[in-house]
């Protein structure tokens, strides 16, 4: 499973940018996905996250009623909205899918992450 991310970008705070994770490869095994950041000096946290069919999602507390998580599995395609953005929100924004790879076994796919920058 290959996943690549689009969308991100500088915006002012209290704007919106919409970000966009297309999956290709084996993705019929593609279970749960999900958006994580990661700040410099913090670490990777996450932001959302989805079931296979989209129909349960969480969401951290820092980013709840802004940020809507989604995704279009005809296309392949998750998708987070994001709203009211605040400057800490300004991380490396990448995209996470969790896959089958055997009986009880899962394996972690990562994209390569793109750049939120929230200007003050």
């Known amino acids: 499973v290959q996943l690549v991310e689009s969308g991100g970008g500088l915006v002012q705070a209290g704007g919106s940018l919409r970000l966009s994770c297309a999956a290709s490869?084996?993705?019929?095994?593609?279970?749960?996905m999900g958006w994580y950041r990661q700040a410099p000096g913090n670490q990777r946290e996450l932001v959302a996250r989805?079931?296979?069919?989209?129909?349960?999602?969480d969401y951290a507390d820092s980013v709840k009623g802004r940020f809507t998580i989604s995704r279009d599995n005809a296309k392949n395609t998750m998708y987070l909205q994001m709203n009211s953005l605040k400057p800490e929100d300004t991380a490396v924004y990448y995209c996470?899918?969790?896959?089958?790879?055997?009986?009880?076994?899962?394996?972690?796919?990562w994209g390569q992450g793109t750049q939120v920058t929230v200007s003050s």
């Open positions: 996470h899918a969790l896959g089958w790879v055997g009986p009880g076994l899962v394996y972690n796919y």
């Open positions: 490869g084996s993705t019929f095994s593609i279970n749960k």
């Open positions: 989805i079931t296979s069919g989209g129909g349960s999602t």
